[in-house]
C-alpha cells in the first residue's frame, strides 16, 4: 500500500519559515520524482517546487528564491524549506510522486499552512 504523509504544517507569522516532509512507503522512492502542490482557499492545486530521481529541481516563479526543495532517498524523504513566508503562501500543501518509468502516481493527504500575524 502506497502511503504519501506530510507534516510539518502550521500557523507561522509572516517572515517566518517552516519546513515540510513528506515520508513515502510503499513505492520504490528512487524512482520517482517528487513534487509539493499547494491549494488556497477558493483556488486551484498549482505546482509550488519538484525534484526528479536525479535530483534536478524546479520552481513555481513565485516561490524561486525563498523555497527549496530536496530529498533523502535513504529515508524516502522529500523537503520543502520555506522561508521569508507570505499571507497568500497559505494553502494546503500536497505531495505528489510520480515514476518516472511507468507514470504511476499517488498524493499525500495534505498539510495546512497558515501565514498570518
Known amino acids: 500500500q502506497v502511503q504519501l504523509v506530510e507534516s510539518g504544517g502550521g500557523l507561522v507569522q509572516p517572515g517566518r519559515s517552516l519546513r515540510l516532509s513528506c515520508k513515502a512507503s510503499?513505492?520504490?522512492?528512487?524512482?520517482?520524482?517528487m513534487e509539493w502542490y499547494r491549494q488556497a482557499p477558493g483556488e486551484q492545486r498549482e505546482l509550488v517546487a519538484g525534484?526528479?530521481?536525479?535530483?534536478?529541481?524546479k520552481y513555481a516563479d513565485s516561490m524561486e528564491g525563498r523555497f527549496t526543495i530536496s530529498r533523502d532517498d535513504a529515508k524516502n524523504t522529500v523537503y520543502l524549506q520555506m522561508n521569508s513566508l507570505k499571507p497568500e503562501d497559505t494553502g494546503v500543501y500536497y505531495c505528489?510522486?510520480?515514476?518516472?518509468?511507468?507514470?504511476?502516481?499517488?498524493w499525500g493527504q495534505g498539510t495546512q499552512v497558515t501565514v498570518s500575524s
Open positions: 510503499g513505492i520504490i522512492f528512487s524512482m520517482y520524482g
Open positions: 525534484i526528479s530521481s536525479l535530483h534536478s529541481t
Open positions: 505528489y510522486a510520480r515514476n518516472e518509468l511507468t507514470d504511476n502516481n499517488y
